[in-house]
């Protein structure tokens, strides 16, 4: 396919993240990217974890350019968004240093806008906002090759990586709508139907209780019911 569509296909990517899973060794890694080369005419790389590529410098002999997956949401030690571009852009330039003139493509950065906290890695549709903003304006400036995961939400990976999984990209899935424009205001709450809707069903609570003559508790109900409208609005 590659070869009839060379107009179309840039290169040829043999292998993601294999290494990091364990899946196979470098040794086969190295076999699969020669066979790859000899069978095709586009340029041929391997696609892994920033640290697998700096421990394995026999795959930077095989392919034609380095592809390198930079995701501070997912390092070891999880960096929070105040600090992301900073992380990025040392870890940036460590590769190109240690690879010399070999070319290098960040083949996977991004930010989710949901899901669970890992530490200080706080998902959120600003702070997803706010990253692909400055990444994309600092990878121009030091003219970075790239590729931002991810276009379209992926839910199905909800069961491998848990929620935050199926939030990392641009695009909702389904609707295919923008999760947020690339300039202007970001908000993260649209709709105030969450604190609205617990309102009004603590004060339904308060009213059945009220008529099982249970009137102290329903005060009690009432105001803890308001404070929490008010604070899910806040």
Same mark, same amino acid.
């Given at each position: 396919l590659a070869?009839?569509?060379?107009?179309?296909?840039?290169? $040829?990517?043999?292998?993601?993240?294999? /290494? $990091?899973? =364990?899946? =196979?060794?470098?040794?086969?890694?190295?076999?699969?990217? =020669?066979?790859?080369?000899?069978?095709?005419?586009?340029?041929?790389?391997?696609?892994?974890?920033?640290?697998?590529?700096?421990?394995?410098?026999?795959?930077?002999?095989?392919?034609?350019?380095?592809?390198?997956?930079? $995701?501070?949401?997912?390092?070891?030690?999880?960096?929070?968004?105040?600090?992301? /571009?900073?992380?990025?852009?040392?870890?940036?330039?460590?590769?190109?240093?240690?690879?010399?003139?070999?070319?290098? $493509?960040?083949?996977?950065?991004?930010?989710?806008?949901?899901?669970?906290?890992?530490?200080?890695s706080r998902p959120s549709l600003v702070n997803q906002a706010r990253y692909i903003r400055e990444f994309v304006h600092q990878a121009h400036q030091e003219g970075w090759d790239y590729n931002i995961i991810e276009a379209i939400d992926q839910p199905w990976k909800r069961r491998l990586e848990g929620t935050v999984g199926g939030h990392w990209g641009l695009l909702e899935a389904g609707s295919l709508h923008p999760k947020f424009a690339l300039a202007g205001a970001v908000v993260e709450r649209e709709s105030l139907f969450g604190p609205i809707g617990g309102a009004l069903l603590g004060g339904l609570i308060a009213c059945l209780l009220a008529a099982t003559g249970r009137r102290t508790r329903c005060l009690r109900v009432s105001a803890l019911t308001a404070c929490g409208a008010v604070g899910g609005v806040i």
């Open positions: 070869n009839d569509n060379a107009d179309v296909v840039r290169a $040829l990517i043999v292998g993601n993240e294999v /290494l $990091l899973r =364990r899946e =196979r060794t470098p040794a086969e890694m190295q076999a699969l990217i =020669r066979d790859a080369k000899a069978r095709t005419q586009v340029p041929v790389t391997y696609a892994d974890v920033w640290e697998f590529w700096t421990r394995h410098d026999e795959l930077a002999a095989e392919v034609d350019f380095v592809t390198v997956h930079i $995701l501070p949401f997912w390092e070891d030690e999880p960096v929070d968004i105040d600090h992301a /571009l900073t992380h990025v852009a040392d870890i940036r330039r460590q590769v190109g240093i240690h690879f010399g003139t070999k070319p290098v $493509l960040i083949g996977e950065t991004g930010w989710p806008s949901a899901g669970r906290q890992r530490e200080q």
